[in-house]
DNA sequence: GTCTATAATCGGATAGAC
DNA sequence: GTCTATCCGATTATAGAC
């Protein structure tokens, strides 16, 4: 895969404008427009419009997993902790982290199949690692239920706040993230 | 408002291929076809694209509302029955009622901004519903937390399952809606 | 209320010069 | 690597006959 800085720079803006608008309400010359180039020399990057929707969520996802990785290793034994980490780095991709990850989410359903199929495994390693995090909390009985319909409610409650979140507001996406912990954890 | 059995049939065809296909990659000719007419009959029914969007999106919150406030209302004074009647109406109205309130959900956005204002009481007066429940919940000590947040979670949890459930599995939606309960009630 | 035919525009993508 | 020019299929919407 080529990951030099322009393509990475292309590729930030690009889910910018895929989030704003959408996937399918961007066009080529939006994009192009965007990166101060014509249409035609688009092309030259990428060889269609799927390739960027791809690239855009191979991006959001790989930086979700890796962040992911990064905060939760720094409490190994302490379940509690780890699930809050979590609920965090999720947050931070989606509000801090420019986009990509959003992309990720929202507009996976676009993707064609092979790309799908090529880009499902990043995905199911970054939901592995959610289960394995609720695993843990619930063994240490920090909350309760069923392993994989509690990670889907939770990722669903933290990947909703794209809605109605507002990052300007006087709340943070940590804030955020602990109201969530703290609302499902057994007292 | 036009409310005759057959425009409720469009809308509820074009309601299905919205949750299918998404609203912009919905064509007028997707749409007629599935009607049975060609595409130039369609716009004796509706003034445009955009107005079948709206009459399904007014469709499947008014639904929404309906169902909800029929479900509660047979628990007067039972926080948790409220509650748990409130989940369950949500994710009816999701599954097994024909789509429309999927559509209000995930194609809002696409509304024009004269559709979104005229159709954004019914969304508030849904919205309103579930903090009053949520509301009931907290006084009763059922729950804890902000009633802003935890009414914005418990809905983006719900609202997430259409992404991953399979109305086809072992699982029901009323099965869904208790294992949410019952993982943020206090114990 | 539905049809056929078509206008008008926009979309993704390509070719070839620089 | 970017530009201009352009192809061509698809899309929303309209007009007018039946």
Redesign the interface.
């Known amino acids: 895969m080529n990951e030099s800085p322009r393509r990475k720079e292309l590729i930030r803006l690009a889910a910018q404008l895929f989030v704003q608008e959408?996937f399918?309400?961007t066009t080529v010359r939006m994009l192009a427009q965007e990166m101060g180039i014509k249409s035609g020399s688009l092309f030259h990057h990428f060889k269609d419009k799927q390739e960027i929707l791809a690239a855009v969520i191979e991006e959001g996802t790989q930086n979700a997993l890796i962040i992911a990785h990064q905060s939760i290793e720094q409490y190994p034994a302490e379940p509690e902790a780890r699930l809050r980490a979590m609920a965090r780095a999720h947050l931070e991709t989606l509000f801090a982290d420019r986009n990509a990850h959003v992309v990720a989410l929202f507009e996976w359903?676009?993707l064609d199949p092979a790309a799908s199929a090529h880009l499902s495994h990043l995905r199911d390693a970054y939901e592995a690692l959610w289960v394995e995090v609720i695993d843990d909390a619930l063994q240490a009985g920090l909350?309760?239920?069923?392993r994989f319909?509690?990670s889907?409610?939770?990722?669903?409650?933290?990947?909703?706040?794209v809605?109605?979140y507002d990052p300007n507001g006087p709340r943070t996406p940590d804030d955020?993230a602990d109201?969530?912990v703290?609302?499902?954890m057994?007292?």
Do not use: K, P, S, Y
Request: glycine share 12%; hydrophobic share 50%.
């Open positions: 959408g399918d309400r359903r676009r909350i309760h239920g069923d319909l509690v889907r409610f939770i990722l669903g409650a933290l990947n909703w706040t809605r109605w955020l109201e969530l703290g609302m499902i057994a007292r």
